[in-house]
């Protein structure tokens, strides 16, 4: 079993930034692949961003490049999604999930193990 814990979501104004951390743990082995999604009020869950735990290799969508970066502290076992110049349509439930093996997948139905979700809310 994987277990996924997220925090730092929030309230913020339009324009702020926030870090969101997801912490792994549980029966890991060697290197993984952890994603961020995000499902907005009304809206099917999309990909954000992923990144192998122990390489860092990185996988953006395209649109949130640059203003969202991932990182990862592989001795904590934890990655970090900084979001910078928030915009309201970017509010939404944020979750991190893994499968625990390094095969990247874009679609959140191949992920089996989700973390409770952290709610992001950008106001104008």
């Known amino acids: 079993q994987v277990q996924l814990v997220e925090s730092g979501g929030g309230s913020v104004q339009a324009g702020a930034s926030l870090r969101l951390s997801c912490a792994v743990s549980g029966r890991i082995m060697g290197d993984l692949v952890m994603a961020w999604f995000r499902q907005a009020p009304g809206k099917e869950r999309e990909f954000v961003v992923a990144i192998t735990l122990r390489g860092g290799l990185t996988d953006y969508t395209a649109s949130l490049k640059g203003r969202f970066v991932i990182s990862r502290d592989y001795a904590k076992n934890t990655v970090y999604l900084q979001m910078n110049s928030l915009k309201p349509e970017d509010t939404a439930v944020y979750s991190c999930?893994?499968?625990?093996?390094?095969?990247?997948?874009?679609?959140?139905?191949?992920?089996?193990?989700w973390g409770q979700g952290t709610q992001v809310t950008v106001s104008s």
């Open positions: 999930a893994t499968n625990g093996n390094l095969v990247l997948h874009k679609t959140s139905s191949e992920y089996s193990y």
